[in-house]
């Protein structure tokens, strides 16, 4: 089995005030854990055991239920918790920062654009920033645990960065105000980390 559930990279309490330390906790022992611990289930003994995530999410069309709703779950918050971060949030620098201003037209058209993806999401999913094949950028979002990374995407690429709009991710501290904690969000964005993740999604 080549799959490991990740520890936090930084502590349950350091993302507050925007993100308190009750919801990263149950967030990443509860629900994360759960998808991590149902995936290995739902692949153990079949062909898929030994393949990467990438080559699972390729076929996803052909896979089960349970791998697909809870691969992604896994792999979705491998993502998420990498590209925030206690001293997050500012704007991107550099090659990724120049791409989106040529995408997007403004890092702040930008940020608008990936708000109402991730505002208008109907019930639970998640809001992507992602490279195509063509190594362009582009905002989407997704239902459920479905990702940009699975064949059946409407907006298929590499995610470079993601945001978890599941009510369990916000509703202890912000209730059914979703829009509070997009915008609480970008005071933790881990820009470094998205970079890095741009640099190896070209092609
Ligand atoms: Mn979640």
Redesign the pocket.
């Known amino acids: 089995m080549n799959f490991e559930f990740p520890a936090l990279p930084y502590a349950y309490d350091a993302l507050e005030p925007h993100i308190d330390r009750m919801t990263m906790e149950i ?1 990443h022992t509860k ?2 854990r759960a998808y991590f611990d149902k995936f290995v289930a739902a692949i153990q003994g079949t062909e898929l055991e030994n393949k990467s995530l990438n080559e699972i999410f390729a076929q996803i069309s052909k896979a089960s239920a349970a791998v697909r709703n809870n691969g992604g ?1 896994f792999f979705n ?1 491998n993502l ?1 918790w990498e590209i925030l971060g206690p001293n997050g949030g500012g704007a991107p620098v550099g090659k990724l920062a120049e791409e989106i201003s040529k995408a997007f037209g403004s890092f702040e058209d930008f940020k608008t654009k990936f708000n109402d993806a991730a505002a208008n999401r109907f019930g639970s999913g998640w809001a992507w920033l992602s490279v195509k094949a063509d190594n362009s950028l582009c905002v989407c979002s997704s239902p459920n645990q479905d990702n940009p990374l699975m064949d059946v995407h409407d907006c298929q690429g590499t995610p470079i960065m993601g945001l ?1 709009v ?1 009510e ?2 916000y509703y202890l501290k912000y209730q059914n105000r979703r829009p509070d904690y997009i915008n609480a969000f970008w005071n933790l964005v881990n820009w470094e980390k998205v970079s890095d993740n741009y640099e190896k999604a070209l092609k």
């Open positions: 967030h629900h994360h779950g918050h998420f978890d599941w369990h991710a």
